[in-house]
């Protein structure tokens, strides 16, 4: 069973920080290329970030260049966010989604995790 499991969501003040984890179980940490979105009410799902394998390579949204950061723990089967700065504008469904390669859209992944929540307000 492949499976994905986002957690560290959370309420917090503009301004401040969090960081999402995520960890796979059965086969679903074979991915090479692990990524993750984002989905505010009554919107699509964004792209945030992704990295491949071993760290070797990331992608951002611009709007989160500088201020979000994506790693990955290959020993620990776990990825990471860490959202730095958060804005109103970050609040959201978070999820992480593991495929091939690193790309910015939905469609090149193949599994996915159920969500977090993030709720950026002061």
């Known amino acids: 069973q492949v499976q994905l499991a986002e957690s560290g969501g959370g309420v917090v003040q503009p301004g401040g920080s969090l960081r999402l984890s995520c960890i796979g179980s059965?086969?679903?940490?074979?991915?090479?290329?692990m990524a993750w979105f984002r989905q505010a009410p009554g919107k699509g799902r964004d792209f945030v970030a992704a990295i491949m394998w071993s760290g070797t390579r990331t992608l951002y949204a611009d709007s989160v260049k500088g201020r979000f950061i994506v790693s990955r723990d290959d020993t620990k089967n776990t990825v990471y966010l860490q959202m730095n700065n958060l804005q109103p504008e970050d609040t959201a469904v978070y999820y992480c989604a593991g495929g091939q390669v690193v790309a910015p859209t939905s469609g090149m992944y193949n599994t996915w995790g159920q969500g977090t929540q993030v709720t950026v307000s002061s």
């Open positions: 059965g086969r679903a940490y074979i991915r090479p290329a």
